[in-house]
């Protein structure tokens, strides 16, 4: 079974500019969750996706929104990056999200210069 | 509100030494799950372990062993006779029912662990 799989792997945008990440998950599962990962706060939730809904967010701010298909594939976009957006952006599935391991894909992983 | 504290920043052993890293929470839910997730350099979060809050008995994986004691808050980790391949971070993890849905994990701030010939 294939894993989680993140598209691209790397970027690298300017401050202003906005980004489309992408997130395959596991066939059949059907939650994808999204994390970023900064040497400074560490990991963080941003949000989950379940059959097209956005089911749980984190604290964010608005410029960070995501979508999810009906295939369960998600994307997670970021407008008017700012340098602190730099960060490894993982995504992970579950077949629920009802308190299942999460499977984690590679990351991507983004630079605002 | 939720919290995971791995106070130990940095751990350096010799091949061979066993090694336990501390892991310990905060959170008002009577109903949670906790997890341990190892971070290699290729940066992609492998699953080790998840805990439920009703299920204190720890648990042994191989090299791999867990404690975990509700009345303290912990949940440590044990690796008996590290190996090199052990070397990466270590992150515990903690979900509520409360949240409505255990996909919303919060993660300790991690416990690098370097393992050495």
């Known amino acids: 079974k294939a894993g989680v799989t993140q598209t691209p792997r790397y970027l690298i945008k300017t401050r202003g500019q906005q980004v489309t990440l992408s997130c395959s998950p596991i066939?059949?599962?059907?939650?994808v969750s999204w994390y970023q990962q900064t040497p400074g706060q560490g990991l963080q939730f941003l949000f989950e996706?379940?059959?097209?809904?956005?089911?749980n967010k984190g604290n964010f701010p608005g410029r960070f929104s995501g979508r999810q298909f009906s295939n369960s594939r998600s994307e997670m976009n970021v407008s008017t990056l700012e340098l602190g957006d730099s960060a490894l952006y993982l995504c992970?599935?579950?077949?629920?999200?009802?308190?299942?391991?999460?499977?984690f894909g590679p990351g991507t992983r983004l630079t605002v210069l | 509100a939720q919290k995971v504290t791995q106070a130990q920043t940095e751990i350096s052993v010799v091949e061979k030494e066993d090694v336990t890293l501390d892991c310990v929470y905060e959170?008002?839910?009577?109903?949670?799950?906790l997890f341990w997730y190892k971070q290699p350099p290729s940066g992609e979060l492998v699953f080790l372990i998840r805990r439920n809050s009703f299920d204190e008995q720890n648990e042994i994986s191989g090299r791999y062993s867990w404690n975990f004691q509700k009345s303290t808050s912990s949940f440590n980790f044990t690796i008996t006779a590290s190996q090199v391949v052990d070397s990466a971070v270590y992150f515990c993890?903690?979900?509520?029912?409360?949240?409505?849905?255990?996909?919303?994990?919060?993660f300790g701030t991690g416990t690098r662990l370097q393992v050495t010939l």
């Open positions: 996706y379940f059959s097209e809904t956005q089911r």
């Open positions: 066939s059949g599962h059907r939650s």
């Open positions: 992970a599935s579950t077949p629920s999200g009802s308190y299942n391991e999460q499977f």
């Open positions: 959170t008002r839910d009577t109903t949670y799950y």
């Open positions: 993890a903690l979900s509520e029912a409360g949240t409505g849905t255990a996909s919303k994990l919060t």
